[in-house]
């Protein structure tokens, strides 16, 4: 089974923007994918922006697909993430232009 990484803005945005990680989780969850979503993530003990990213990048790195969700390209985490995952030769594609299951996704 395909597994998805969710990258996007976090900091400095209401709520850290965890409404728009659920809900492209709970899309791409419903359509047969699993999800890691860095928003689902207890505070680490650190509590530092470094301790989020060391999480993070944990979790993307068990994945096939990194999707991007909209205003990537502000967050210097997710441009980190984004980076990676091509460096890894991970399929990357916008969250939302994932509109079928895991099958369709190459990678």
Do not use: H
């Not at 923007?17 to 994918?33: C, E, M, S, T």
């Not at 699993?34 to 989020?52: D, F, I, K, M, S």
């Not at 993307?60 to 980076?83: F, K, M, N, Y």
């Amino acid at each position: 089974m395909k597994r998805i990484y969710l990258a996007g803005p976090m900091t400095g945005l209401p709520d850290f923007n965890y409404p728009a990680f659920n809900a492209a989780a709970q899309r791409l969850r419903a359509l047969g994918f699993v999800v890691e979503n860095p928003a689902e993530n207890p505070e680490p003990n650190c509590g530092t922006w470094l301790g989020y990213m060391r999480m993070a990048i944990r979790q993307l790195v068990t994945c096939d697909i990194v999707a991007l969700l909209p205003g990537w390209r502000g967050s210097r985490g997710a441009r980190i993430e984004r980076w990676l995952a091509g460096m890894l030769g991970l399929t990357v594609v916008a969250a939302e232009r994932i509109e079928d299951g895991p099958e369709v996704i190459n990678g």
